[in-house]
T-cell receptor, first 113, second 108 residues
Framework: DGGITQSPKYLFRKEGQNVTLSCEQNLNHDAMYWYRQDPGQGLRLIYYSQIVNDFQKGDIAEGYSVSREKKESFPLTVTSAQKNPTAFYLC????????????FGQGTRLTVV | AQRVTQPEKLLSVFKGAPVELKCNYSYSGSPELFWYVQYSRQRLQLLLRHISRESIKGFTADLNKGETSFHLKKPFAQEEDSAMYYCALGTGAQKLVFGQGTRLTINP
């Protein structure tokens, strides 16, 4: 079953702890993205990666970090420096060839208490 | 900087009425514009892209470079069109930026 998988679906963490969200794709896509979805603010780009071992900051990268060691994986770490980490996080991937259609995961809802 | 603006957070129309969801963008290069849709309890998915000039589920969207707009239209709304709609801008560097989204509700 091809697609993009995020895990876990729900995540709870204590304030001050770092937490890593997983995103895996088996679509052989070069580009991967992380977005944060908040009510009334739409999708805001956190980080994106065009190829392995390379990534760029999006519009709201502060307090987040990523890595792209493998083509199929793009984990996002929400650090303790992120002031308001409770949110719904979406991962996406797209082919680097032609017009990019992004495929999205189901999302991870992170709650920091 | 790239930016996408969807001025309406909520839009409510009656079944059979025309629908127009507005989208304006800001980008100095050659834009690639998309509309994505999220139905209840489903993943965000591509609805249509400007380059294809296609009609999907009765929806169309025309890129107007002069007005920097990419409004989504449907002549006769159906109840199953109720969803969250996002306009998105793609750049040559594979950066994909989304608008704030419009929640469309079709009333019976």
């Amino acid at each position: 079953d091809g697609g993009i998988t995020q895990s876990p679906k729900y995540l709870f963490r204590k304030e001050g702890q770092n937490v890593t969200l997983s995103c895996e794709q088996n679509l052989n896509h070069d580009a991967m993205y992380w977005y944060r979805q908040d009510p009334g603010q739409g999708l805001r780009l956190i980080y994106y990666s065009q190829i392995v071992n390379d990534f760029q900051k999006g519009d709201i990268a502060e307090g987040y970090s990523v890595s792209r060691e493998k083509k199929e994986s793009f984990p996002l770490t929400v650090t303790s420096a992120q002031k308001n980490p409770t949110a719904f996080y979406l991962c996406a991937s797209s082919s680097y060839r032609g017009i990019p259609e992004a495929f999205f995961g189901q999302g991870t809802r992170l709650t920091v208490v | 900087a790239q930016r996408v603006t969807q001025p309406e957070k909520l839009l409510s129309v009656f079944k059979g009425a025309p629908v127009e969801l507005k989208c304006n963008y800001s980008y100095s290069g050659s834009p690639e514009l998309f509309w994505y849709v999220q139905y209840s309890r489903q993943r965000l998915q591509l609805l249509l892209r400007h380059i294809s000039r296609e009609s999907i589920k009765g929806f169309t969207a025309d890129l107007n470079k002069g007005e920097t707009s990419f409004h989504l239209k449907k002549p006769f709304a159906q109840e199953e069109d109720s969803a969250m709609y996002y306009c998105a801008l793609g750049t040559g560097a594979q950066k994909l930026v989304f608008g704030q989204g419009t929640r469309l509700t079709i009333n019976p």
